[in-house]
């Protein structure tokens, strides 16, 4: 679970450093943050679940 999850960000800091490269796909950019916040804090709260 954990290397899926460092997958994604991976992924999503890719695509965000893409969009805001190609000031054309600036919405590629913020849809890369969203998704990168949004992985984050899904991978720390069942990372803490699963600690209890």
Same mark, same amino acid.
């Given at each position: 679970m954990l290397v899926l999850v460092i997958v994604l960000l991976a992924a999503w800091l890719i695509l965000s450093v893409v969009g805001f490269a190609i000031k054309g796909l600036l919405w590629l950019g913020l849809i890369g943050v %969203?998704?990168? %916040?949004a992985? #984050? #804090?899904?991978? #720390?709260? =069942? =990372?803490?679940?699963l600690r209890r």
């Amino acid at each position: 679970m954990l290397v899926l999850v460092i997958v994604l960000l991976a992924a999503w800091l890719i695509l965000s450093v893409v969009g805001f490269a190609i000031k054309g796909l600036l919405w590629l950019g913020l849809i890369g943050v %969203v998704l990168f %916040v949004a992985t #984050a #804090a899904i991978g #720390a709260v =069942r =990372r803490k679940s699963l600690r209890r």
